[in-house]
Structure formats: structure tokens, C-alpha cells
Nanobody, 124 residues
């Protein structure tokens, strides 16, 4: 599967932004989808995950309560809705797809496919 992330940009602190990850192929609903981010000079960080059916979601502590991950299997698309953005949310955001199940959704090594990343910059 190929993933294309888009929707990044510059936003003021407190604002909102929605990222989109569009997937190719007919088997999108067999992949759990994750979002990760990496800020300059920092390690890659788990942002959130949604299961294949969309019934289960998990979020990193730093974004819990502010970010959500809807998905639309009919459109082969997953989103990252980001609200109440903070300057520390500035990073390149990547979507990723994994075939597996279970509790290792936070581990980037468990993902089979990655999108190219989209830059989000939050100004103070």
C-alpha cells in the first residue's frame, strides 16, 4: 500500500489543523493506521493509532484529549484532527500502516508502510 500525507502548514497556537493520509490499494481496511511525528533534534514520537475497523483508538500522552484519528475505509483515508495546538506540536507528521494486531501500535518498527510526511508548524 502507498500512503500520501497532506494538510500540514503554519497555524497559530490554539488553532486547529487536519491532516489527511490517503492510501492506495483495495485492502486499506486490513491495516491499522498510526500517526507519528518527529521534531528537529528529537526522536520519533507516537501520536496515535486507529484499528482496522476504527473501533479502537490510542493516543500518546502529549496529545491525548486534543487530537483524534477518524478513518473512512470507503475512501481509503485516515485523518489526524489536531485541536488546541501548541508550539511543541511542531514536527513532521507521518502516517503509517501495519498489518498486525495487538498492543504494539506505539512501536514504529511494527509498521509495514510509511507516508512521506507533512510539516506542521505552530507559532506562539
Amino acid at each position: 500500500v502507498q500512503l500520501q500525507a497532506s494538510g500540514g502548514g503554519l497555524v497559530q497556537a490554539g488553532g486547529s489543523l487536519r491532516l489527511t493520509c490517503a492510501a492506495s490499494g483495495r485492502t486499506f481496511n486490513t491495516y491499522g493506521m498510526g500517526w507519528f511525528r518527529q521534531a528537529p533534534g528529537k526522536e520519533r514520537e507516537f501520536v496515535g493509532y486507529i484499528s482496522q475497523s476504527g473501533t479502537s483508538t490510542h493516543y500518546g500522552d502529549s496529545v491525548k484529549g486534543r487530537f483524534t484519528i477518524p478513518r473512512d475505509n470507503a475512501k481509503n483515508t485516515v485523518y489526524l484532527q489536531m485541536n488546541s495546538l501548541k508550539p511543541e506540536d511542531t514536527a513532521v507528521y507521518h502516517c503509517a500502516a501495519r498489518l498486525g494486531f495487538g498492543g504494539t501500535y506505539y512501536d514504529p518498527n511494527q509498521y509495514n508502510y510509511w507516508g512521506q510526511g507533512t510539516l506542521v508548524t505552530v507559532s506562539s
